[in-house]
């Protein structure tokens, strides 16, 4: 068992978050700083990582078709994040995840040249599912030519895929929503995604911080056949249907990585006894063997922390490592 986190931090300091995410964490991950701007975020920043398509920001948000300064701005931030992984990282032996947007969650953001979202084009999110796949493999294959000595993994982030499975997502104008995918659909284009990213790492995690309620539950199956390994989900909104698959889940080897230290209320920290008691009451109904339990989870904050300020961030982070052993000695009793 260990303890990660989701993505962002606060701040604009790259080198700052760099060090303590390394110095702390032996799963480690390159951080988000969405306060440093445009192409900061979660949908520039995997933007850039995009091989053979544009985009450009438009006052809608970001917009397929030519390449604008955005864009711009938006590779050169991760260039600079990866060269300072680079340098922080020389002497780092263990796990740094690389996070990015998954393809339904950029389909579901992203907008054609003529206005309407790609999410609603299937030839359209083929095309980015494809980019997405050739971009951030290549992007991972050069990380491990320059950093030999760690163990790449990868995450997708897809916080609206549920929203894609139950046809909620907004239309472009927003008074609208388009129509549900079918799970068939959404299982191949995750797939593509996945078997290139496991070409150049040894687990593809997927994180998504909504509720799969209405949905008769996390779709397990969809994504063991989309050929995830882990899922991260927020324990707080995870309910009995889900447990009903989780479990079985955990049982046939995957991982699953509870989200059990809030984040929707900046700087409001969830103690390591309140993460382990959270835990607790979700885990000891399901009778489970606990070496399958300290095999196969993980902790993590529920969302990311960018909203926070840097001194709760790093405070609420260490109390997350904190119960890591705690609910593991619990756990074994």
């Known amino acids: 068992m260990h303890a990660t986190s989701v993505g962002s931090l606060p701040g604009r300091d790259m080198p700052g978050a760099l060090g303590f995410v390394l110095g702390s964490f032996q799963h480690a991950w390159l951080p988000e700083l969405p306060a440093r701007g445009v192409g900061a975020d979660m949908v520039g920043r995997t933007a850039a990582m995009l091989d053979g398509l544009d985009v450009d920001l438009q006052a809608q948000g970001w917009r ?44 579901a ?132 249907s889900d447990w009903d698959r989780l479990g079985p889940w955990l049982e046939s080897g995957r991982g699953l990585r509870l989200g059990a230290a809030q984040t929707a209320r900046a700087d409001q920290l969830t103690s390591t ?10 885990l000891r109904p399901l009778g489970m063997d606990p070496h399958v339990l300290e095999r196969g989870l993980s902790l993590s904050t529920a969302c990311g922390l960018a909203g926070w300020s840097t001194g709760a961030a790093a405070a609420q982070l260490e109390q997350l490592l904190a119960a890591v052993d705690l609910l593991g000695e619990q756990l074994a009793r």
């Not at 006894?273 to 979700?282: E, G, I, P, S, T």
């Open 64 to 107: 397929l078709g030519s390449a604008g300064i955005d864009h711009g701005r938006a590779k050169g931030l991760l260039r600079h994040d990866l060269d300072d992984l680079e340098e922080a990282a020389q002497h780092f032996t263990d796990v740094v995840t690389l996070t990015l947007a998954g393809p339904w969650t950029m389909a």
């Open 109 to 240: 953001c992203l907008e054609l040249p003529r206005g309407n979202k790609v999410l609603d084009d299937p030839g359209a999110r083929r095309d980015l599912a494809e980019s997405l796949a050739l971009g951030a493999s290549s992007l991972l294959a050069e990380m491990r030519r320059r950093l030999p000595a760690i163990t790449w993994r990868a995450q997708l982030d897809e916080p609206l895929l549920p929203a894609v499975l139950a046809g909620s997502v907004p239309t472009a104008s927003g008074f609208g929503r388009l129509r549900a995918v079918d799970r068939p659909q959404v299982s191949e284009l995750l797939g593509r995604v996945t078997a290139a990213l496991r070409e150049q790492v040894d687990q593809v995690a997927l994180h998504g911080c909504a509720g799969w309620r209405g949905l008769g539950g996390v779709d397990t199956d969809l994504l063991g056949r989309s050929g995830v390994d882990v899922l991260g989900l927020d324990l707080a909104l995870l309910e009995g």
């Open 273 to 282: 006894d309140q993460v382990v008691d959270r835990c607790l009451a979700a």
